[in-house]
């Protein structure tokens, strides 16, 4: 266990639909990531906090939208995604910046319908 | 933009052989390089890391290199084990006065032969 939990871990929505992807980390740090893993881009950093103040938005689209309400917490929501969007969504953390190891959740997988 | 590049996108080799994964990147400025490797259906981890105050580090039977002035850096593991077989993934990443830029390579998936 890596002391990063994300939930739900499988998730199949309507284009239509509003939910929720949350992160909870229970490592004491200080920055907090949002990936999409795809077959088309295996990596995709999409948005980056430290000390819950957002520092990276990688041009991804407004139907995604990241919340961290504490440095322990971060959340994604979204709403009328399209198919393309389905695809493994990756939370991680690290002690600070991006120039330590990062600590990977399991991932919540997505399905969009 | 800033990119890294990774090769192969895939590889087998034979159980005791050796694999080598290679990866450039562009930002001259990057100066911390992981590695992490993802065995299907779980999360990346990493497995080694060399910063660019360093040409080569080990650990076992992985070794990274790094050659700041070409701009690349490699992943070498030895004596191949089946549990080696997973997706590896390089990344360039730089400290300033914002939380990151990391940029991944898209992936090396690395089958070890019996």
């Known amino acids: 266990e890596t002391g990063v939990t994300q939930t739900p871990r499988h998730l199949v929505m309507g284009m239509t639909n509003k939910k929720s992807l949350k992160c909870e980390q229970h490592?004491?740090?200080?920055?907090m990531y949002w990936y999409k893993q795809s077959a088309k881009k295996p990596l995709e950093l999409m948005f980056v906090?430290?000390?819950?103040?957002?520092?990276e938005n990688n041009s991804v689209p407004s139907r995604f939208s990241p919340e961290c309400p504490n440095s322990s917490h971060l959340f994604l929501h979204l709403h009328t995604l399209q198919p393309e969007d389905s695809a493994l969504y990756l939370c991680?953390?690290?002690?600070?910046?991006?120039?330590?190891?990062?600590?990977f959740g399991p991932g919540t997988r997505l399905t969009v319908l | 933009g800033e990119n890294v590049e990774q090769h192969p996108s895939t590889l087998s080799v034979q159980e005791g052989d050796s694999a080598v994964i290679k990866c450039t990147y562009s930002?001259?400025?990057?100066?911390?390089f992981p590695w992490y490797k993802q065995e299907l259906g779980k999360r990346p981890q990493l497995i080694i890391d060399i910063r660019s105050n360093v040409g080569e580090k080990k650990d076992q039977r992985i070794a990274v290199t790094l050659n700041k002035t070409a701009k690349h850096f490699s992943l070498h593991i030895t004596e191949t084990q089946p549990e080696d077989s997973a997706v590896y993934f390089c990344a360039a990443s730089k400290r300033d006065s914002s939380a990151s830029k990391i940029i991944f390579g898209s992936g090396t998936r690395l089958s070890i032969r019996p």
């Open positions: 906090y430290s000390l819950e103040e957002r520092v």
């Open positions: 930002d001259s400025a990057s100066n911390y």
């Open positions: 490592l004491g740090h200080n920055a």
């Open positions: 991680a953390s690290s002690p600070a910046a991006s120039y330590n190891e990062q600590f």
